[in-house]
């Protein structure tokens, strides 16, 4: 018996090497979802007219804004629509009846489509005219595709008609919902832009999102070329959008494949203490507005990463800008005109992922686990990206498999130091064995990409 310890022991540790993993992560080879939409943030359409312009904002101030939003390079974004801005150049609520709406609208979509964005145009809501389903589908189908034929708005590639029905109920009945879907399905194709104009189905943000979602998944799916979601939180509890955000993706992979959509979030955002709830998004426990500091963004960071490992294709946080609607929220990435239109956290965050990736790149599976650890990976035919998230207290010590192997990747850091700003680090070179080891601070992401940032 003495004699076989020395040759057992041999074999445990043989074995056991054999089994060892190469990396704390591997980026496996398998995709997860389809093809990315890509990264943004909502635009507000009153940006150009009343209560924003010309009284509070002047045209050197536009010009800073705009530049800002260029230089963000939003790949996805969505922009509120109402009829009436169209057919009557104003509405009577936030507006009031103010004319310039129409104005306001193409230029906020055509700043969008010169930042090299994707639009999806949301119907808002209009209540009174959805007693017309058809009426509604076919006005709504005529004006998109005026604004890309005539204003040459073609980055208009998604469509979605009334927000967060399931919360909403009021403004639109299930009957009329289905039905409205249906007739603007019919209404694109009549107008020749349904190949161009994607119709995205949802908005989904209330207690019923379930029931909603596979409601309009039977429905509604032959219309549908895709399902949204909204998610916010309280910004002490991220335990809620990882499971709301999970639930969903469980959900639909459990409806029948020819109802399965890709998903979409086309609201996100987090909220602080409130003394009460039209004051948004609140402060954060030392007294700032939660969304300038950096704690915010790091935890829209860990939304997107899970996003991407759960398969949703395009995320359009709230909002882009702190201007006027009925009043202003503060959850913009660029802070409003009276603070000279600054740059938050956020901002830096979300050009993190927007110069880092392509639409049209695969999220790629993650094998690998380490608590309080994210990791995701977008691949596109010949460039990488991969997103390190540190919430343990302390540096976290990372290797990352499956990359490139002896290849030099570009780093870059957000929030190194607190200041939620992003860096470029010194460069990663991979080893022969296509693993990365990396040093992540704690709340903070790392990124390694194989682009070129500018």
């Known amino acids: 018996m003495k004699q076989l310890v020395p040759t057992l022991v041999a074999f445990l540790l043989i074995t056991g090497c054999a089994h060892q993993r190469a990396a704390d992560f591997i980026v496996t080879k398998n995709a997860i979802g389809t093809p990315l939409v890509g990264f943004g943030a909502c635009m507000n359409p009153y940006l150009y007219a009343y209560p924003n312009t010309p009284d509070e904002i002047n045209p050197t101030q536009l010009t800073d804004l705009e530049k800002k939003v260029k230089d963000l390079h939003p790949q996805f974004v969505r922009i509120f629509f109402l009829q009436s801005w169209w057919d009557e150049d104003t509405d009577a609520s936030i507006a009031k009846k103010h004319p310039g709406m129409r104005d306001s609208l193409i230029r906020t979509v055509r700043l969008a489509q010169e930042a090299g964005a994707s639009v999806l145009l949301q119907y808002w809501y209009e209540p009174k005219r959805y007693q017309n389903p058809d009426d509604v589908a076919t006005r709504f189908a005529k004006t998109i595709a005026q604004m890309r034929s005539k204003y040459g708005l073609t980055a208009i590639r998604f469509a979605t008609i009334q927000n967060e029905p399931d919360e909403n109920m009021d403004d639109i ?42 409601m309009i998944a039977h429905e509604l799916s032959p219309v549908l070329d895709g399902y949204s979601i909204h998610s916010y939180w309280d910004y002490w509890r991220i335990g809620t959008f990882r499971q709301h955000l999970r639930e969903v993706s469980e959900v639909a992979a459990k409806l029948p494949a020819r109802e399965r959509r890709p998903l979409y979030v086309t609201e996100f955002g987090a909220q602080g203490f409130r003394e009460k709830p039209s004051i948004e998004p609140g402060k954060s426990d030392t007294g700032k507005p939660v969304a300038d500091v950096p704690v915010y963004s790091f935890e829209i960071g860990i939304f997107m990463l899970d996003a991407i490992n759960l398969g949703f294709v395009g995320t359009a946080q709230w909002d882009m800008y702190d201007v006027w609607y009925d009043r202003k929220m503060g959850y913009g990435v660029i802070g409003s005109v009276q603070n000279g239109f600054p740059i938050k956290p956020g901002y830096w965050l979300l050009g993190m992922f927007t110069h880092a990736t392509e639409p049209g790149w695969r999220a790629m599976k993650i094998d690998g686990e380490i608590e309080d650890v994210w990791v995701a990976a977008l691949k596109g035919e010949s460039d990488w990206s991969v997103f390190v998230l540190n919430r343990v207290r302390g540096d976290q010590h990372v290797t990352v498999g499956g990359l490139p192997a002896k290849r030099q990747l570009n780093c870059w850091i957000w929030n190194r130091d607190g200041r939620g700003v992003l860096e470029r680090s010194e460069p990663v070179l991979v080893d022969e064995k296509g693993v990365a080891s990396l040093t992540v601070p704690h709340m903070a992401i790392k990124l390694l990409t194989t682009k070129t940032m500018p």
Do not use: T
């Open 173 to 214: 009945s299930r009957r009329r919902y289905l039905a409205v879907y249906r007739a603007f399905d019919r209404a694109l194709r009549e107008e020749h832009i349904r190949d161009e104009v994607k119709i995205i189905g949802g908005d989904l943000v209330g207690e019923k999102w379930q029931h909603y979602l596979e």
